[in-house]
């Protein structure tokens, strides 16, 4: 199993939140020879925003994106090839409940179809 921070996972993104956020979803994608990382934070209206909408200068946004890499990175350190994930999928509430799901998934071949699922599973 990968050792997830929650916090840190928070802490990276908790400056550029807005007033009113309720909760934060985070899509972690693995690929052989790339990665996707982003996340949509919920607001009181209950509508969602992706972080590339946020109000974040685009260095800042950057950085983040580099940090969360490398903190799901290190969690997944001691995992071997055939045990390892392609989707990690974190959320994060206001009150303070925190979880994450884990797909093995092979996503190399319909990376689109599978992220349109995904975003209706939990952003839509």
Not at 29 to 51: G, H, K, R, W
Not at 92 to 114: K, L, P, Q, V
Request: aromatic letters at 16%; hydrophobic letters at 40%; charged letters at 25%.
């Amino acid at each position: 199993m990968i050792d997830i921070s929650y916090q840190n996972i928070f802490d990276i993104v908790r400056p550029s939140l807005p007033e009113n956020w309720t909760r934060i979803v985070f899509f972690f994608a693995f690929m052989p020879d790339t990665c996707e990382i982003m996340y949509f934070v919920q607001l009181n209206s209950m509508e969602y925003v992706d972080c590339f909408h946020l109000d974040q200068d685009r260095e800042e946004l950057v950085s983040k994106l580099s940090r969360l890499y490398k903190e799901v990175q290190y969690g997944m350190k001691e995992i071997t090839a055939e045990k390892i994930y392609s989707v990690i999928t974190v959320v994060i509430d206001a009150d303070g409940n925190m979880h994450a799901d884990f797909d093995y998934t092979d996503i190399t071949e319909n990376f689109d179809s599978y992220y349109k699922s995904w975003m209706n599973q939990y952003i839509n």
